[in-house]
């Protein structure tokens, strides 16, 4: 599951600005590549888990 998640975030980092922002910033951080994609694919579960739970379409605008 964590490999699946990590192929989903690479294309996710460049066709999403919120989540090739939060990557970048981790980059900034001092963060290797892998380790800043493991902190992109955290903030998608836990964007994905949101969605399931409140029962809502995906809408980029509202994802900080």
């Known amino acids: 599951l ?6 989903c975030c690479l294309p ?3 066709f999403d600005m ?3 922002t939060y990557y ?13 994609i493991t902190h992109v ?3 998608l579960v ?4 949101a969605l399931e739970k409140q029962d809502i379409d995906f809408n ?3 994802v900080r």
């Open 46 to 49: 836990r964007v994905i888990f």
């Open 60 to 62: 980029p605008s509202k």
């Open 24 to 36: 970048a910033k981790k980059r900034a951080e001092g963060k290797p590549h892998r380790v800043a």
């Open 2 to 7: 964590r490999y699946a998640l990590i192929n």
């Open 12 to 14: 996710l980092i460049r």
């Open 18 to 20: 919120t989540f090739a």
């Open 41 to 43: 694919a955290k903030k």
